[in-house]
């Protein structure tokens, strides 16, 4: 099993829709949990950190699943701009150097 | 400030043929990574540095090399470059710390083409 496994997409949606992605992780030690976001030839930005008891910026709410190992995205009222792939960042946090491990990402596509 | 800067943007190499990536931060960061990003695959760490002068291997260290001498420079060395590490490059640094480790920031990348 790989060590954080996210569904590539590619999801279509159109504009206003209301989209949900699912990370699963494999090492229940894992620390702390993010959302990367990286859009086309670019580089990943920090999208958002998952706290145990959800938390909610603007359009986009992450929740976190430690009994199931999964970390979930929600994205409402999708914006054109949206259009991007999401990476879901798993700190596993052994011995002094944290391990990082960066999910494939899911790609997803804002339709007007 | 810059950010995390990466330098080339884009380079063809011949298989055999030798390469430095440059990255360079100015945010005093002490922890420095290089990664690498196959199509529709996520990213593999490659080397990580925790500060000037400390180096380790990540994931996919073969066919690399790396040096810290500074802060702020953190080069990565291909010394008989080969199709398979054909791939776009990434170097990212952060903050030491439990959370902050991880909000890592990235430089625009280098696209490497061998042939």
């Known amino acids: 099993r790989k060590e954080v496994e996210q569904d590539p997409g590619p999801f279509n949606v159109p504009e206003g829709a209301t989209v949900a992605f699912n990370c699963t992780y494999s090492?229940?030690?894992?620390?702390?949990f993010f959302w990367y976001r990286q859009d086309c030839r670019k580089e990943p930005k920090l999208l958002m950190s998952?706290?145990?008891s959800g938390n909610e910026d603007g359009r986009f709410t992450a929740q976190l699943n430690r009994a199931s190992q999964y970390i979930s995205l929600l994205i409402r009222d999708s914006k054109l701009s949206d259009s991007a792939t999401y990476l879901c960042?798993?700190?596993?946090?052994?011995?002094?150097?944290?391990?990082?491990?960066f999910g494939p990402g899911t790609s997803l596509s804002v339709i007007p | 400030n810059a950010g995390v800067t990466q330098t080339p943007k884009f380079r063809i190499l011949k298989i055999g043929q030798s390469m430095t990536l440059q990255c360079t931060q100015d945010?005093?960061?002490?922890?420095m990574y290089w990664y690498r990003q196959d199509p529709g695959m996520g990213l593999k760490l490659i080397y990580y540095?925790?500060?000037?002068?400390?180096?380790d291997k990540g994931e996919v260290p073969n066919g690399y090399n790396v040096s810290r001498s500074t802060t702020e420079d953190f080069p990565l060395r291909l010394e008989l470059a080969a199709p398979s590490q054909t791939s776009v490059y990434f170097c990212?640094?952060?903050?030491?710390?439990?959370?902050?480790?991880?909000?890592?920031?990235f430089g625009p990348g280098t696209r490497l083409t061998v042939l």
């Open positions: 090492n229940s030690a894992s620390q702390s």
């Open positions: 990212a640094s952060s903050y030491p710390g439990a959370v902050a480790r991880v909000t890592q920031y």
């Open positions: 960042v798993v700190n596993m946090g052994q011995t002094s150097y944290d391990k990082v491990i």
């Open positions: 540095s925790v500060g000037a002068g400390i180096t």
């Open positions: 998952v706290y145990s």
């Open positions: 945010m005093n960061h002490n922890y």
